[in-house]
């Protein structure tokens, strides 16, 4: 099985990181790319805010990296396949969990990690946690990455929180030069244009979506994108980013029509297997 793309989401606090991780991911759900997301944040898990309606069927991303061994099943039985979803799965910490929820692990565990689950979706998403220096997955995750979406704010604390990481990420190993800089969560009035020079330069802009927000304050992230002009272009935005992850001729939606049952069908066969099936496709 080949390698495919781990992508992975960082930037400063309240970024926007997850909103777009998940719009990103259902992007690519909808071409019939089945996405892996790892949230690899302890403190603040994101799954029971996402997906609460399936809280009760999640199993922790921390007992998953504290097993005696890691295998392709271990991944697939602790990844959460969605309902209504069958080409999204997410893995994550559980609510209640912390830091010290769990025994250390080691930098060899989150390489076998990361691998694992590139060799079994076709993409990895890694949302970040925005202190890399407190979670080993994610320090990881931003070696290993094919793509960084780096997030910033039109803020001084986002400028600050970047200008105090910037020593870390300058290392080698982090390829920091062929990051991709975003500016998110922008809002009417605010200097976008300053504020991209001070971070070197930025490829596209996400506004800030009033609508987006109330669903990421109401657990209702699964649901479509809102209508107007700023959804619109907030959608510009993750298609841009799916066009530098994957090819033009697999951005199309499928055409075909799946029947109600059918889907109900291919959720049971996912949730069970999910994508082991894939490993002779390309």
């Not at 396949?81 to 799965?89: Q, R, Y």
């Not at 990881?140 to 870390?168: N, Q």
């Not at 066009?243 to 949730?271: C, M, Y």
Request: net charge positive; aromatic share 8%; glycine share 6%.
């Amino acid at each position: 099985m080949n390698n495919k793309p781990l992508i992975v989401m960082w930037g400063s606090p309240f970024s926007g990181k997850t909103i777009a991780t998940v719009k990103l991911a259902q992007a690519l759900a909808a071409r019939r790319k089945n996405v892996l997301v790892i949230f690899s944040d302890a403190l603040c898990p994101s799954v029971a805010s996402i997906v609460p309606q399936q809280v009760s069927e999640q199993q922790s991303l921390g007992e998953l990296l504290s097993l005696p061994a890691l295998a392709q099943e271990d991944l697939l039985r602790y990844s959460l396949a969605l309902k209504g979803s069958p080409h999204l799965a997410f893995l994550g910490y559980k609510k209640g969990d912390h830091l010290f929820s769990y025994a250390d692990y080691s930098r060899e565990r989150a390489v076998d990690l990361l691998t694992l689950a590139r060799h079994t979706a076709d993409v990895v998403l890694v949302d970040c946690a925005s202190y890399v220096s407190a979670y080993l997955l994610s320090t990881v995750a931003l070696e290993l990455a094919d793509t960084v979406f780096r997030f910033h704010t039109c803020d001084l604390k986002s400028m600050m929180f970047y200008a105090s990481y910037l020593p870390l990420l300058s290392d080698a190993r982090f390829k920091h030069a062929e990051t991709i800089p975003i500016l998110s969560n922008v809002k009417p009035g605010q200097d976008s244009r300053t504020y991209s020079q001070v971070v070197g330069g930025i490829r596209f802009l996400l506004p800030h979506v009033a609508e987006l927000e109330q669903q990421a304050l109401e657990a209702r992230l699964m649901d479509s994108l809102p209508s107007g002009k700023d959804a619109t272009a907030y959608q510009e935005g993750i298609s841009h980013m799916m066009g530098l992850i994957v090819s033009e001729d697999t951005q199309k939606p499928h055409q075909r029509s799946v029947s109600a049952a059918n889907k109900a069908s291919i959720v049971r066969w996912f949730k069970g297997q999910l994508w082991s099936w894939r490993g002779g496709r390309k």
